[in-house]
């Protein structure tokens, strides 16, 4: 059993609202991976549990979305997301790199 975490990124010029790729993003978590044939054990059971962070680039924002199923398994008393406010880093100085 696992907990896996998706990413999905919202493009500087998508027209889509958060609450429409919060809504995407769901159903892609349980349409692709959750609820899928693969995922459940012969009793019903789920083999593996998910949930996504979606970056807007627009505003910097993180939105996190569990499936139904994670937070059932965890005792997760969250909503159907949470939001991670952070302000962008910005690199000032120039650094010079190595690659080995």
Do not use: H
Not at 34 to 59: C, H, L, M, P, W
């Amino acid at each position: 059993m696992g907990l896996y975490k998706k990413e999905v990124l919202i493009r500087p010029n998508s027209t889509i609202t958060q609450e429409g790729a919060i809504d995407w993003t769901k159903n892609w978590l349980d349409n692709t991976f959750q609820e899928v044939d693969e995922n459940k054990n012969d009793d019903g059971s789920y083999k593996d549990y998910f949930f996504a962070d979606i970056f807007d680039s627009r505003t910097s924002e993180i939105l996190r979305v569990y499936t139904d199923a994670c937070k059932a398994k965890y005792d997760m008393d969250v909503t159907q997301f949470g939001i991670i406010t952070k302000e962008p880093t910005y690199i000032e100085n120039d650094v010079e790199a190595t690659v080995i």
